[in-house]
């Protein structure tokens, strides 16, 4: 499935529309850490851990690196670029030249 310009970009907007996603990317940003990490410190089952995963993984700003039978996630320096130049993109103010 191609994904549209705009699919593709609202991805990355609904990665930061909630607070449990918001708190796993605070973790992520001092390193890789493994999914049973995420589970003790944000103190939520594994069913909604995944959810977020799949949603934040889905967006590009994470990254999913399998190792066993455990998950470790980072932040994507590709995708956390792409975020920000895409919310300066969309925020951008044109104004007419006369």
């Not at 455990?70 to 007419?96: C, P, Q, V």
Request: hydrophobic share 35%.
């Amino acid at each position: 499935m191609i994904l549209s310009e705009y699919e593709k970009n609202a991805r990355v907007f609904k990665a930061f529309c909630d607070e449990n996603r918001l708190m796993i990317l605070e973790l992520l940003q001092t390193g890789e850490k493994c999914a049973c990490k995420l589970l003790e410190d944000l103190k939520i089952g594994q069913s909604t851990l995944s959810h977020h995963m799949k949603i934040l993984c889905d967006s590009g700003v994470v990254n999913a690196r399998k190792e066993g039978k455990w998950t470790h996630y980072s932040i994507s320096e590709e995708g956390s670029a792409y975020a920000r130049e895409l919310l300066g993109k969309i925020t951008e103010i044109y104004t007419a030249i006369e």
